[in-house]
């Protein structure tokens, strides 16, 4: 188990206020630790009105980050995330900052079967990799999502405006290299009115920066980029 500090420069994620943790948050290991990514939709969840008495899912909540930001703004929240090392830091860190959230092991939309929502926030797997096949064990399960970095977001774009009751909100996070423009088709065909809604330019982190070479050899990368976009795409259900 080890505690990770919670710090991008404010400036980079627009204001983010109250955030609900001491600055650090427990990660075991192989749980994806938070980044500028989780900043951002932090900041874009309170932009976009989540409030006291909305039923939030969190999906991929890993380190459960998000999960507590919906859960200090007075929603009801539940966490799902595959990892069980992932669930077990969720709960422990809702036990320490002592907010609620309901966090259970699934894939996907398995953990909620029969249940709606007002709101869905995800920050899922989306870094491109050599390997088509999502990993199904270790750190990479937090970040590798095949060979355009689209296996999880697909399906979140297809599987989760099921949950969602009339009007209700989805948020997801992810970089400009896994396609944000398939990710509005997806959810426009879904019956969602979807746009991208956010962008910050970061430096490449340690993954991105693993695999440079790859990236740029399959054209997803420009070799005079250092750096990444991160969106937010934000989706309203008809």
């Not at 007075?74 to 320490?96: H, P």
């Not at 979807?194 to 330019?201: C, F, K, L, T, Y």
């Amino acid at each position: 188990m080890r505690e990770v500090p919670v710090s991008v420069p404010e400036a980079e994620v627009g204001s983010v206020h109250d955030l609900p943790w001491p600055g650090r948050m427990v990660c075991l290991p192989g749980v994806y630790s938070p980044q500028a990514d989780s900043l951002l939709l932090a900041a874009a969840m309170r932009r976009e009105g989540i409030r006291p008495g909305m039923e939030v899912l969190d999906l991929c909540t890993g380190s459960g980050l998000l999960a507590l930001h919906a859960a200090r703004l007075g929603a009801r929240v539940t966490a799902v995330d595959i990892s069980r090392r992932a669930v077990a830091s969720a709960r422990l860190n809702s036990a320490l900052t002592r907010l609620p959230v309901s966090v259970h092991r699934g894939d996907l939309l398995s953990a909620v079967e029969g249940r709606s929502f007002d709101a869905v926030v995800s920050n899922p797997p989306y870094v491109p990799a050599p390997s088509a096949a999502p990993p199904r064990r270790g750190a990479r399960r937090a970040w590798d999502a095949g060979l355009d970095g689209r296996i999880v977001v697909n399906r979140i774009c297809d599987e989760a405006p099921a949950v969602l009751r009339p009007g209700g909100l989805m948020l997801i996070v992810h970089s400009a290299l896994s396609c944000p423009e398939e990710t509005v088709r997806r959810l426009s065909r879904a019956g969602m009115e979807a746009s991208v809604n956010d962008r910050i330019v970061i430096p490449f982190g340690p993954v991105t920066r693993s695999r440079l070479a790859w990236l740029r050899a399959r054209g997803l990368l420009a070799t005079h980029m250092d750096k990444e976009e991160l969106v937010v795409i934000r989706a309203r259900k008809r």
